[in-house]
Structure formats: structure tokens, C-alpha cells
């Protein structure tokens, strides 16, 4: 190893410790970070390592941004239109027991969440399970945290669903229909609902004794349809500009599009839905709330990564343990191969169950890129780079389920149950998170594996 690699990969420890041990400060360490590594590589404090304030910002994905920033403000107005509400009134009202709400309710949030954030669908969902259970004088917590890791679960369905997803489309140049198919094989859309399917029939089997009668008395008003109209619009047209190539990719003459199409379609309906806000309320009260609510941390947080993650790339990190991995493949041959990829999958749910899935699969993408190449070259058999990435993001982002503190949407359930009364202990949650994590990560480990190896 030379001096700038082992420099770089200290720093890059201390980053994550960092950012592990203070979880509230976690944007400012990531910042820290990438400032530092622009210093040493501008100023030639780091002999052989050069990394110039343009290069670094050239590393910022402009597109994962705007699309994040641009899904959040859309998201923001179709929760303040009270549709969500509306909509899961309807389900329920179609149930006729506790068993069978908590189900709906839980798969209603996974498809939510397939195409909004996670934690808003938290947010959207779970007053609706809590007003439910506190009619029927019984606890909320179960059908809570049902909610909650169903929504978690169902973010790695489609590009727009976490930011994991985006941060993978990115790597693996996926567009919105690739995670239906690509290659001419199922996507990650596929896997995730057959590990969605999976869990689902865990939650039957949990709650089979809660027979108790449900009922809806309230009807939402949905105060404009507008909100709900933009998000579909979003969808609809990521889904046709997903039929376009990029310039990479694209035959010699034909039409591409720009690199941040996908940012710019959300940027574009979000902006809709702002001068929608203005016209219909005369004042700028609820835009200001939504600029006001929007997550900045992440974006902050992602903002660093990017260039830390150039930083450390420049420096020969990314490739020493890519190769340092590698090694677990012996020969290169299948089994060893099924051997690496079970280590990325199984690594990334035990990390994911304590630490930020974010800058985790942020850091391992460009690993596992570098990890397949090795393989491929060691054994003389192509290892598609997608086994590995989808891999990843199985572990990464069903694995958050396991524990209280592994994902948002889990923390911002926990959040509501406790502004209510209700303390979920971890003890608590895991009874519930355990098996319908397991059952999840089995199915799509499986999954990925017969697809793609």
C-alpha cells in the first residue's frame, strides 16, 4: 500500500466512526471529510495525490440530488392534500378484523413506498392504524412496526423508493423500468415483492389470533387532488424518459438525454405543485413549510459522500478492498463466487441493522464494481457486476429491519407511538422485525442468486 492510500483509508475510518458514534452530526462529518480531502489533494500536502476543488464537485451526482430534493417537496404537498388518509380509509374499510387491517395497511404502505419516501409513508399511514386500534382499545405498536419495516422493505422496489435505490441506479446505470426488467431479466422490483410476499404471510401468521371486528366512521376530505395528479405525473414520466439512452449507451446518431433527466422531471413537477400551492392559497405559508421541511440532512449527508468517495477512489482505496474481498473467491469458480456475494448480502444486513444504510451502500457500490472485475478476471468467468449491487441492496435496505434504530421509517414509527404513550422496547420491536426481516432477506438472497449468478 502507498503512503496516500493508507492516509486516505484512515481518514475515511475516522469518517465513519465519526459519523457512527454521532449520528446527529453526521452531515457535518461527511463535509469535514470531503473538505479535508480537497485540501490535501489541491495544496500537494499529500505527495502523489492530486483532487481539486472541480474535480470534487464534479463527483456531487447533481441527478440523485434533484431527484431526492425534488420527490421530497412533491411528497410534502400530497400528504398536506390528506389523499394518503383517504386512500387508506378506503382499504380498511373493506377488512373486517384486526388481523386482516394490519395487513392492508402494511402492504398499502409497501406500495406507498415504492414510490415515495419511506418515512413520509410512516407519516401518512400509521394515524390511520393508531386512530384504528385506539377505537378498538388495543395496543398500536404491533400494527406500528408492521408499517413501519413494510414501508422499509418496499423502498428498494423502484427508483424512486429510497435512496439507496437512486444511489444504485446511478452505479449500475439503471433507469425507472430496468427495475422491472433489465437484460431481459426480473428486476429488483420482482425480488423485492417476492420478499414483500414473503414477510407478508409472517404478519398473517403473527396477528392470526386477532380476530376483533374493524369499522371507519371518518372520512378524510382530500382538499386537492393536484398533489396526487404530479406524483403520478412523476412516475408516468420517469417511466417514459426511462425508454431513452443515455449517451453512454446510445447507438451512433441516435437521440440521448441529458445525465440529470431523472433530477429535472422531479424538479419540474415539484415546481408545479409550488405555483399550484401559491395560486390556491394566496400566500406563501405552506411553500415556505415545505422548503422549511425538506430533508437536508440527507442531502448534506450524500452531498459529502460523493466527493469523499471520489477522494478515497483516487487514492487506490475503493480498488484495495475490492481485492481484499475478492481473496474470499478463492479460484473465481461459481461456489467461491456464491461464497462473496453471500458474504455482501449477510455483511450488509448485520451492518444495516446499527448504521445508516446511506453512506453504507454509498461506500460498497463502487466496491462491489471492483470486486466482480477482480473475480471475473481471476476465474475466467464473467461475474455480472448486477449480482453483487442487487445483492447489496437486499442486505442493505431490508436488513434496516432487524433493529429499532436500522432505518428511518423505523424510528419515525417508534417517534409516533411514543408522542402517544406507547415505549417500544427493542426486545419489542425485534419480535416482529426479526422474522419478517429474515423472511424478506432469505427470499430475495435466493432471488438475486437464481437470476443473476
Do not use: H
Request: aromatic content about 12%.
Amino acid at each position: 500500500m502507498t503512503t496516500v492510500t493508507v492516509i486516505s483509508l484512515i481518514i475515511f475510518a475516522v469518517t465513519y466512526i465519526l459519523m457512527f458514534s454521532f449520528q446527529k452530526i453526521r452531515p457535518y462529518v461527511a463535509v469535514g471529510s470531503a473538505v479535508l480531502f480537497v485540501i490535501l489533494g489541491s495544496t500537494g500536502l499529500l505527495s502523489g495525490f492530486t483532487y481539486t476543488p472541480a474535480e470534487a464537485v464534479s463527483e456531487i451526482d447533481w441527478n440523485v440530488l434533484m431527484m431526492i430534493s425534488g420527490t421530497m417537496g412533491t411528497v410534502f404537498f400530497f400528504i398536506e392534500s390528506k389523499m394518503p388518509n383517504r386512500l387508506a380509509e378506503l382499504i380498511v374499510s373493506k377488512v373486517s378484523n384486526v388481523k386482516w387491517m394490519v395487513f392492508v395497511l402494511s402492504l398499502f404502505a409497501g406500495i406507498i413506498s415504492a414510490f415515495v419516501d419511506n418515512v413520509a409513508t410512516v407519516l401518512m399511514v400509521a394515524p390511520v392504524a393508531l386512530a384504528i386500534c385506539k377505537k378498538l382499545k388495543i395496543s398500536p405498536v404491533p400494527a406500528i412496526i408492521c408499517i413501519a419495516v413494510s414501508s422499509n422493505l418496499q423502498g428498494a422496489a423502484t427508483l424512486v423508493g429510497d435512496t439507496t435505490s437512486i444511489l444504485l441506479a446511478k452505479a449500475a446505470n439503471l433507469d425507472f423500468m430496468d427495475f422491472f426488467f433489465v437484460a431481459g431479466k426480473p428486476g429488483m422490483f420482482w425480488v423485492t415483492e417476492a420478499g414483500a410476499l414473503a414477510a407478508s404471510l409472517i404478519i398473517l401468521y403473527m396477528f392470526r389470533k386477532d380476530n376483533g371486528s374493524v369499522s371507519i366512521s371518518s372520512v378524510t376530505k382530500v382538499e386537492d387532488k393536484v398533489p396526487s395528479v404530479l406524483l403520478t405525473l412523476t412516475v408516468a414520466t420517469l417511466i417514459v424518459a426511462s425508454f431513452i439512452p443515455y449517451k453512454a449507451s446510445a447507438e451512433p446518431g441516435e437521440f440521448y438525454k441529458p445525465e440529470i433527466t431523472n433530477g429535472l422531471i422531479c424538479i419540474f413537477y415539484f415546481v408545479i405543485g409550488v405555483i399550484n400551492q401559491l395560486i390556491k392559497d394566496k400566500n406563501s405559508e405552506k411553500v415556505v413549510d415545505c422548503l422549511k421541511d425538506m430533508d437536508y440532512y440527507t442531502l448534506a449527508l450524500l452531498a459529502g459522500l460523493f466527493i469523499v468517495i471520489g477522494g478515497i477512489e483516487r487514492a487506490g482505496v475503493i480498488d484495495l478492498i475490492g481485492a481484499k474481498l475478492a481473496l474470499l473467491g478463492g479460484d473465481g469458480s461459481k461456489g467461491s463466487i456464491f461464497l462473496v456475494y453471500s458474504v455482501i448480502v449477510w455483511v450488509s444486513v448485520f451492518l444495516s441493522a446499527f448504521i445508516d444504510n446511506i453512506p453504507y451502500t454509498a461506500t460498497m457500490l463502487p466496491v462491489v464494481a471492483v470486486l466482480a472485475s477482480d473475480l471475473s478476471q481471476k476465474g475466467g468467468m464473467a461475474v455480472d457486476p448486477r449480482l453483487f449491487y442487487f445483492g447489496l441492496l437486499v442486505g442493505a435496505t431490508l436488513g434496516g429491519n432487524l433493529t429499532p434504530i436500522g432505518a428511518s421509517a423505523n424510528i419515525a414509527g417508534i417517534g409516533i407511538l411514543r408522542k402517544n404513550g406507547y415505549d417500544v422496547s427493542s426486545g419489542t420491536f425485534m419480535k416482529y422485525g426479526v422474522p419478517f426481516t429474515l423472511a424478506a432477506v432469505i427470499t430475495g438472497w435466493l432471488l438475486v442468486w437464481l437470476i443473476w449468478a
